[in-house]
């Protein structure tokens, strides 16, 4: 595809479910990032992936989230025993190459609005 | 401790004027900066950057002004379009380790008719 695509696009599940959140980036791109918006809220960083180095997890906000990322593409992020709080749309975003100025443009998915019950 | 500050939650326009919306940073190794606007169920998209070795970017409507010395910069719009009318995120990124990405928490511009 030619953009960054999400899956699902919506998610409703009940308090204590897990779920799995799905991320193809662009073809090539070598960095991949998880965002999260809760309603009225600005983008909160969770987890970065940049080629084969150790991904930068400083975000995610308690261990119940996951994420990986599969042979340098799809990724998936996983959050445990969902909770009311984690109601939001989660964002992911690729980019070309981090640390080259002019490629540090992240292109956006659509997002999985996510809504815990 | 937020790095990227937008401290205006909203802005409201009137169409044909200049909308002005500001972003502070903290961290001086921050070297590239970027405005990304965001529609109502969409993802952002990349609108204009401006790199640390200039102090100003162009491009068509949109002006990305940055003052490094203060640690600040702004997008200006002119004129105004009720289509403009979106949020609008400040990011920041360089070597601060990873060369993460950091975002604002957005500013909501509306452009009245």
């Known amino acids: 595809g030619a953009g960054v695509s999400q899956s699902p696009s919506n998610k409703v599940t009940e308090k204590g479910k897990d779920v799995e959140l799905r991320c193809d980036p662009i073809?090539?791109?070598?960095?991949l990032y998880w965002y999260r918006q809760s309603l009225g809220q600005g983008l909160e960083f969770l987890i970065y992936?940049?080629?084969?180095?150790?991904?930068?997890k400083s975000g995610l906000p308690s261990d119940r989230f996951s994420a990986e990322r599969t042979g340098g593409s799809v990724s998936t992020l996983t959050i445990q025993r969902t909770q009311q709080e984690d109601s939001a749309v989660y964002l992911c975003?690729?980019?070309?190459?981090?640390?080259?100025?002019?490629?540090?443009?992240?292109?956006f998915g659509p997002g999985t609005r996510l809504t815990v019950l | 401790d937020q790095q990227v500050k937008q401290n205006s939650p909203s802005l409201s326009v009137q169409e044909g004027r200049i909308s002005i919306l500001n972003c502070d940073y903290t961290?001086?190794?921050?070297?590239?900066f970027l405005w990304y606007k965001k529609y109502p169920a969409e993802g952002p998209t990349f609108l204009i950057s401006?790199?640390?070795?200039?102090d100003k970017n162009e491009d068509g409507r949109f002006t990305v002004f940055l003052n490094k010395s203060a640690k600040h910069l702004s997008l200006h719009i002119v004129p105004s379009q009720p289509g403009d009318s979106a949020v609008y995120f400040c990011?920041?990124?360089?070597?601060?380790?990873?060369?993460?990405?950091?975002f604002g928490a957005g500013t909501r511009l509306f452009v009245k008719a």
């Open positions: 975003a690729s980019s070309p190459s981090p640390g080259h100025l002019s490629t540090d443009t992240q292109y």
């Open positions: 961290n001086s190794m921050f070297d590239y």
């Open positions: 990011a920041a990124s360089g070597d601060t380790g990873g060369f993460k990405t950091i």
């Open positions: 073809s090539g791109h070598t960095a």
């Open positions: 401006i790199s640390s070795i200039k």
């Open positions: 992936f940049q080629g084969n180095s150790a991904p930068d």
